[in-house]
Structure formats: structure tokens, C-alpha cells
């Protein structure tokens, strides 16, 4: 069995062709693709962060509008770039989501990828502390962030409040029971994955990592798996950690599919520099689904994996999207024990 879910970027654009032309569309399409998704049978709705661009950015107002239009499906983002974050203002702002959604709040965090602008984070107020990289202010954000999510008391109470205040020192409110261990970290390398296992986050791995043996990409991130249980299990954490992978998978089944993905997925992974560091990136998968069951069944990454993010091509729309997500769960999930 696997947790199932999407991811989506959350594109749009006015170009031809395009079924999400603004950010009214992006935003209202994506809600209804998990009210749709839900309905199916798929277990999560993450959506990715990015800044400066015409994709989702703020996730909470769109992760609180699902929350309220849904009952069980999970949702998340894929991640949150924490160089701009506040990590105060980001706990309650998680904390009402996670209270809104009943507990089904799953944060996906990292460090962040090269943005749209240069130093984007300055924009937004943040700067490295001395003899720190962005990266090194990233990780602060988190730290910090997981420790207001426990909810212990840090600040002094005005002895003349306007409202009455419960003994001791003030935490952040609201604050939501449990959601510290539904946080998450987008490892890039097998060290960050060791980090975040240190740290009590669940581990979040994308079609991207540094290539640190110049083995299959899918070989690479199931070590990286493997690395990062033995050192969950080193740190002495008493819960289970769940770990996802994401991919761009299509089953085609139609000759709309054949249009769009005819031509098969990028059956090779592709090398490249990301920041002067050589990185990986790793295959997607197009094909028939008899085609496609052989081809997953040999991914090592996804076998060590409890759950799937599916990738989806949000800007072709509410329709194709639904149908897309039906058929992996139709066509390909059983053939591999996945339902």
C-alpha cells in the first residue's frame, strides 16, 4: 500500500493552449482538483511555493479554502522556501490551517531552489547572519519554527492586558496539537536527509539531488532513503517517519493522453549544475499502463517510499488533471500493490 497524492506548481499563463490563463484560475482550479481528488480516492493535495513567479506562492489561504471544502485528504506543500519566512508569523498561520483541515495539515519545508530574482529573500526582509550562507538562514527559520510548534510559553505577559491572559508565560496561538510531527524536509543530498532525520521532520524527496555517486538517479534517492531511516533510528525518535518521493507519471489511455504525452516521458535522467553543484535530475514516466507497471516496479526509490506525490500538469486544466490522477489509480496503482 501507498499514501497517494499530487503535487502542483500551480502555473499559469495566458498563452495559447493554456487552461489556467490567471492567478484567480490557478488558485480556484486547484481546490477544485482536490475536492475532485478526495472524491477519488487520492490521499494528498501538496502544492509547491515559489515566489517572484506566476505559480503558488502564500499557501495557506489556498490549503485553509481546500481544508474547508474537504474531510479526509491530506494537505501540504512540496515545500516552503524558508529563507522567506517568518517563522513566528508561520506557526500561526499553520496552526489555524492545521485546526481548520481537523489535523490533516502536512508541511513540506527545505531551503529553497534558485528563485526568480536574485536574493529574493532580501525583498522580503531576510538577510544571513555573519559567516552564515542562506542556506544556514533556512535551517534557523526551521529550528525555530519547529520549536514555537510545541507550544511551550517564551513571552512576558503585559501585566495589564486588554484581555485576561492564563498563568505563565504567552505561547503563539492558535496552537494545534500534533502538527510538529506532520512537518517535513526537501532533502537535496543525502547529508540534509540526515539533518532533517536529526531534527524529527519527515523526509520529503523530489526528481532532483545532488548526484553524490553518479549511479541511476532512482539508486541515488533510495540510498538517501536508506540514510536517512538509519539516522532517524540513531537520534532515538519513538515515532515512525513517513517518507515521500515525487514524480511525473501518466498513463495514456486516450487520445487526448496521446496528444499530450504521446511521445513517451523522459526516459533518462539528465545531469546539470544547480549553484556550481552537479546534480541529477531524474526520469518521468509516460506509457501505456501495463508498459508503465513494468517500468515503476523497477524504481527503487519509489519501493522504498511510503508515499507518492504525483506531479500534474496543472495548466491544462480541472478536467485532464482528474482524469490523469483516475487513471493511475485505475490502471497503474494495483498492478503494483499500491491499493
Do not use: C
Request: proline share 5%; glycine share 10%; aromatic share 8%.
Amino acid at each position: 500500500m501507498k499514501t497517494i497524492g499530487f503535487l502542483s506548481f500551480g502555473h499559469w499563463s495566458d498563452q495559447r493552449g493554456s487552461a489556467t490563463r490567471t492567478a484567480g484560475d490557478a488558485l480556484l482550479q486547484a481546490i477544485d482538483i482536490a475536492v475532485a481528488a478526495e472524491s477519488m480516492g487520492v490521499d494528498g493535495a501538496y502544492f509547491r511555493v515559489h515566489h517572484f513567479a506566476r505559480q503558488h506562492a502564500s499557501p495557506f489561504p489556498l490549503l485553509s479554502a481546500i481544508a474547508a471544502r474537504t474531510s479526509s485528504i491530506e494537505i501540504g506543500t512540496g515545500v516552503i522556501d524558508m529563507r522567506y519566512e517568518n517563522p513566528l508569523y508561520m506557526v500561526e498561520d499553520a496552526g489555524a490551517a492545521d485546526l481548520i483541515s481537523r489535523g490533516r495539515l502536512q508541511l513540506g519545508l527545505s531551503r529553497g531552489s534558485p528563485e526568480q530574482v536574485i536574493d529574493g529573500w532580501r525583498y522580503f526582509g531576510y538577510a544571513p547572519g555573519e559567516d552564515e550562507t542562506d542556506a544556514d538562514m533556512a535551517r534557523r527559520h526551521t529550528q525555530v519554527f519547529l520549536q514555537m510548534l510545541e507550544g511551550g510559553g517564551f513571552a512576558e505577559p503585559n501585566p495589564r492586558p486588554m484581555f485576561p491572559n492564563p498563568p505563565g508565560k504567552l505561547r503563539l496561538e492558535p496552537h494545534s496539537e500534533g502538527l510538529k510531527d506532520r512537518i517535513w524536509w526537501g532533502a537535496g543530498s543525502n547529508k540534509t536527509a540526515e539533518w532533517a532525520a536529526m531534527m524529527g521532520m519527515n523526509l520529503q524527496s523530489s526528481t532532483l539531488k545532488d548526484d553524490e555517486t553518479g549511479e541511476p538517479f532512482h539508486v541515488q534517492q533510495a540510498a538517501q532513503i536508506r540514510a536517512y531511516r538509519e539516522a532517524w533510528k540513531a537520534a532515538g525518535h519513538k515515532r515512525s517517519p513517513r517518507v515521500s518521493v515525487s514524480r511525473s507519471i501518466f498513463a495514456i489511455t486516450n487520445d487526448m493522453d496521446r496528444m499530450y504525452f504521446g511521445r513517451g516521458g523522459k526516459e533518462d535522467d539528465s545531469l546539470g549544475y544547480i549553484e556550481q553543484q552537479r546534480s541529477i535530475f531524474g526520469r518521468s514516466y509516460a506509457d501505456e499502463p501495463d508498459k508503465l507497471i513494468a517500468q515503476l516496479a523497477k524504481d527503487e526509490a519509489i519501493a522504498e517510499a511510503d508515499t507518492l506525490l504525483l506531479t500534474i500538469p496543472n495548466s491544462l486544466g480541472v478536467d485532464y488533471n482528474v482524469h490523469a490522477l483516475e487513471s493511475i489509480l485505475t490502471h497503474v496503482a494495483p498492478g503494483l500493490g499500491w491499493r
